[in-house]
């Protein structure tokens, strides 16, 4: 059985719907931010702040590349982690890859109803829609590279029909 790698912005889903998806599959759930904390022993937040992004990346690298260990796994991942090393590549080595692509404006309402505090490359933008925006441009030759890409709201058990026959 294959994993199922979700990647996308911020609030984009990841860990919502891959709840759901793992669920309808019988899979495991696993969102890289909460391993990522529990193997530091600290918040993203902290992380980045006490020991920089540099360091944030190499962890979530390590992390991200044990999880091959892990069979019929649903891995939300980072928003940015497969921008990084060979990240997207192991990726699609592992798994099936689905991009959760939603709109900036929606991304933005989402993260503010959330608070984004918790989110430290957007905590200090003076404009949220511009600066996902901004991200979504740098990540989109990695994001387009997955093997599906779902636009918009999209629900576990259409997503599950979708992958099912490839698993």
């Known amino acids: 059985m294959k994993n199922i790698f979700l990647i996308g912005l911020p609030s984009s889903g990841k860990s919502t719907l891959?709840?759901?998806?793992?669920?309808?599959?019988?899979?495991?759930?696993?969102?890289?931010?909460?391993l990522i904390e529990k193997d530091q022993e600290m918040t993203i937040h902290e992380i980045f702040t006490q020991k920089g992004e540099d360091y944030f990346?190499?962890?979530?690298?390590?992390?991200?590349?044990n999880t091959i260990e892990n069979r019929k796994v649903v891995i939300?991942?980072?928003?940015?982690?497969?921008?990084?090393?060979?990240?997207?590549?192991?990726?699609k080595k592992s798994?099936?890859?689905?991009?959760?692509?939603?709109?900036?404006?929606?991304?933005?309402?989402r993260i503010q109803n959330h608070g984004k505090d918790d989110r430290p490359l957007l905590?200090?933008?003076?404009?949220?829609?511009?600066e996902l925006e901004?991200?979504?441009q740098q990540r989109l030759p990695y994001y387009s590279r997955a093997d599906f890409t779902l636009s918009g709201d999209t629900d576990a058990s259409k997503l599950a029909a979708i992958v099912q026959p490839l698993l």
């Open 123 to 130: 905590s200090g933008a003076t404009s949220l829609e511009i």
């Open 18 to 34: 891959g709840k759901k998806l793992a669920r309808l599959l019988d899979y495991r759930f696993v969102d890289m931010d909460k």
């Open 134 to 136: 901004k991200k979504y």
């Open 95 to 109: 798994g099936i890859s689905i991009f959760l692509d939603v709109h900036h404006v929606e991304l933005a309402k």
């Open 76 to 91: 939300a991942t980072g928003g940015g982690a497969p921008c990084f090393f060979d990240n997207m590549d192991f990726i």
């Open 57 to 65: 990346r190499e962890v979530e690298s390590r992390i991200l590349k």
